[in-house]
């Protein structure tokens, strides 16, 4: 990804790759509501967004979160995708509708008022929700938004969709790629909260490309584990995170092996954009695990370091904190029984080695010059509207045990994280 | 524990009952020296600590971290422990001795030192040191210390040595118990980097009572179990974490039943103390895990709430945000395959049900209510050093599957913390 310098420049090479695949159609609207049942008397505004297949399709697929007390609309959405036919996506953002009293009956009366301005069967419609958990969609509101939404569908960009999902989002992610006649394009949100398994993240792929349905989920569900499932900002997985593919068929599609290697070059660099936008995010970490004894006990590793607050918050300090990231990685090891060796581990910072067979490898002008490296790859911790650079901390873990790898991202801890998620609500 | 509104008077507080057991003496140091390797020029200081009993004791326990890479003192202790005779301890600050090119060397040379001058074998000496990881010892200071170390001991008091092996904790923790015609004192410290398994957390039981060794141990891994590995102030588990016991056998022991009652309530009392000196701690979280379906799912679960960073940065705000626990449990829930039926979920605050069956039970003046309680039970996040007060923001959780419970305390996430672990070695 380029660099930008406002957000202007970052929206226009958005639109450049925005262009909806055949066979779609999508709208957004905004409503006003109160959440009055919460004492909140001030309005406040939601986004709805839709796309809208031309007909209802066959070829679909759902990734959820393993949160045991998933959301109304992952409910609802995980136990249509077992039927025939999907046609058309509602979201919206704002209110979760998770927990809420009688959270099914209004998702279904707000997706029954979409079905029938389109002439779709409801059981072909899937919600999808993001925002506060325990407040009750507005469904009044929303319903009464929805002829609205509708005469505004268009076939132009997906853009407005990428926009309308956000949240604590600071800026819209939107990735597509051509592949033979047709392309796939995707979106996501989610800033916070975001840990394996997808945690308040909702992502969308649309192509015009004809796969079958058992394809596609399969590449959807390997997508996921190799990006969204790879991230980490706060190791929180949230109860509303999902990932929903459609594929309107109208052209043939590329051999599988190459659809897959597009489906993750997407999915990760969404995932990317994820975590250089999480709240208050000041660097972004790549954390490659490499010579482990198996692939996800790479994964558990990386994710140690980059969940570990106190490496966080290091990093977040400038501070290149070898002592923190070797703490993290032993106690993960002790905790969940994974064989390493402190004699046989290497750790690099930037491709200085910093750590070699268990002994640290530090001294004053390799610590001044990590700590200059982190200052360098810092990004704002405020929202700009447009990711500054796509630099990242560059940490590899050599375990010295085996074979295999895996790379994880996450971000560090910052002043603003706490912020942010300390005032959420108010 | 009663209120304080200044050091000077919980500092009294804890001289009345930090009379050392019989049997034991006890003496600090501080010395000075640059960590010259790392190019920092300045120099710092080091406190040392020992504790000495009158003869080496046949009854002795430890508890370990279970940090894969353990800190130098930490392989010593343990393999000490395994003889048959423990005379005294060594501790320092500062420097953790961990990863360091010749730590074992670095800290037998020290030991070594202080075994001449008292005339104890080396091998009824233990180690423990706290502080950076990575960096060595300053052996030459630390022996340069020694003499005047074992000049200063004296019989009286143990609050000098609980005040030496503070790092970053904000007050001395001590607390004592009389039993029969004994008594137990213990010391803890610790203040980040705590989660289970007494993560960076040094804690040391000293009694005149006559109790055989395997009994010990046993009491001393339980107590650690029940209070030490309950707690959390960020999920780091540390690489130098141990709890040691000594016990010099001058009086007969009461029922042992009434010992392990007092072992406990020292241990749970020092856990307190050490969640309420977290970090930037702003509140202490209390969460009660009930009718789960064992123990050990109470505490995984009660963990996984006590960890949420997002619930951690909520609880700072003074947010009442049942959402994001109940998006933590079912996280944690999901991930630890443990059953967990939200429609037989509720969820209490202080007392006030947020959650009943699974759907939220809030509204505008519970919010209100709640959100006043918790700024009622918050603390200063400054280090005062001293205890503010030692009210908890109590939150318990009723799965509805099973009889069993359990306690964990943990800490929010605030600014400061942030801070503290930014700045940490600068």
Redesign the interface.
Known sequence: MAQFSNEGEYLKSLECRAALPEGFRSAVAQLRFTA?????ETPMSMRLATVVADEPLSSYAGVF??????GTPVIIARERLQGSRVQALLINNKV?N????NGAADAETVLAGLGRQLGIAPEHLLPASTG???WSLPVAEMSAAIPELCEGLQRTSLLPVAQAIMTTDAFAKLRSVELGNGRVVAIAKGA??I???M?TMLAFFFTDLSIPRSTLQALLRETCDLSFNRISV??????SDMALMMASGRHAAPPESELRAAMIELGCGLAEDIVRNGEGTGHVMRVSVEQARDESEAVILGKAVI????VK??I??N?P????I??????????ND?E?D?GR?SIFIAGEQV?AD???R????K??RLSEYLKRNAQSTQALGYPEHDRSVEITVSCGVGAFRAEVLGSD???E???E??????
Chains 1, 2 share one sequence.
């Open positions: 009055s049942e919460m004492g909140l979160t393993r949160n045991r007390f998933p979760a998770v927990g809420a009293p506060v958990i325990g916070g909260m840990e394996p398994n945690a706060d190791g929180d997985q949230s109860t969940n570990s607050p106190l918050a290091a977040y300090g501070d904190n070898v002592g923190r070797f703490a993290a990685l032993g106690d993960c090891a002790g905790t994974i390493l402190p581990l750590l268990g002994r640290f530090l001294d004053a002008a610590e001044r801890l910052s002043y994280y706490v912020r998620n300390a005032d959420y609500r108010s």
